[in-house]
């Protein structure tokens, strides 16, 4: 493996899913730890992903949703203990206006969650330093009237969510780190509103967990992902 573009051909697709292609950043976030000692497995799976860029080379990022206002909502997820090698989550959010998404990340957590609840915890609150920025961001172009508003923040585990609005410390939450509890600050400064999604509809599931091809389609199409043959 030690001739195999392995490094290479990451930085390449990190290239293309930074830019416009949000539908292969879990795929990127798995295959990229293995830049020091990849395997056959690995490398197919890259090829993989390359296959799949190659082939939808004519996909744009489409913006031009149904509401008469932009408006920007965050979408945020969690899968509990995915990676099989030291038993952390994954965390995904994305950020969508006007029908397609703005910003977008799929990261292993920097830390072991002990349930699930606790896992979309800490992904919500990765997100909520995003909103702030882009909430002061969009300020500051004062293009947008509706960024005065809090950001609306859809997770879909009630118990995370009633944890980012509980200012007192719970007993389930004595032992998380206090940097993640950043999220109950956004939330009583009223820069985030956090609120309940079901699982069908968080555009953010893709972004921790792979899915089947017609739910990857449907979330892809979903935060404004569109093939020119379909657009026209």
Not at 125 to 144: N, Q
Not at 154 to 167: P, R
Not at 209 to 219: D, G, L, N, V, W
Request: proline share 3%; with cysteine.
């Amino acid at each position: 493996m030690a001739s195999i573009p392995f490094a290479s051909a990451i930085g390449s697709i990190m290239y293309a899913m930074l830019c416009t292609r949000p539908d292969v950043s879990y795929a990127l976030s798995v295959t990229s730890r293995y830049q020091q000692t990849p395997g056959l497995a690995h490398w197919t799976a890259v090829k993989n992903i390359l296959k799949y860029l190659r082939n939808t080379t004519d996909m744009f990022l489409v913006y031009g949703g149904v509401d008469e206002e932009l408006t920007v909502r965050c979408y945020t997820d969690a899968s509990f203990q995915t990676d099989r090698d030291d038993s952390r989550s994954q965390s995904g959010f994305v950020f969508t206006l006007n029908g397609g998404a703005v910003s977008w990340r799929s990261s292993k957590q920097p830390v072991v969650a002990d349930s699930t609840t606790e896992s979309e915890y800490i992904a919500a609150s990765e997100a909520a330093k995003e909103a702030v920025w882009m909430k002061k961001f969009i300020s500051d172009l004062d293009a947008m009237p509706s960024i005065r508003q809090p950001i609306e923040m859809l997770c879909d585990n009630t118990g995370a969510i009633a944890q980012a609005k509980e200012q007192r410390s719970h007993k389930m939450a004595k032992h998380v780190l206090r940097k993640f509890h950043y999220i109950r600050e956004v939330v009583d400064r009223n820069e985030i509103k956090i609120s309940k999604v079901h699982t069908d509809q968080n555009l953010a599931d893709p972004f921790t967990k792979p899915m089947t091809q017609e739910t990857h389609i449907r979330h892809r199409e979903a935060i404004g992902l569109r093939l020119a043959k379909d657009m026209f």
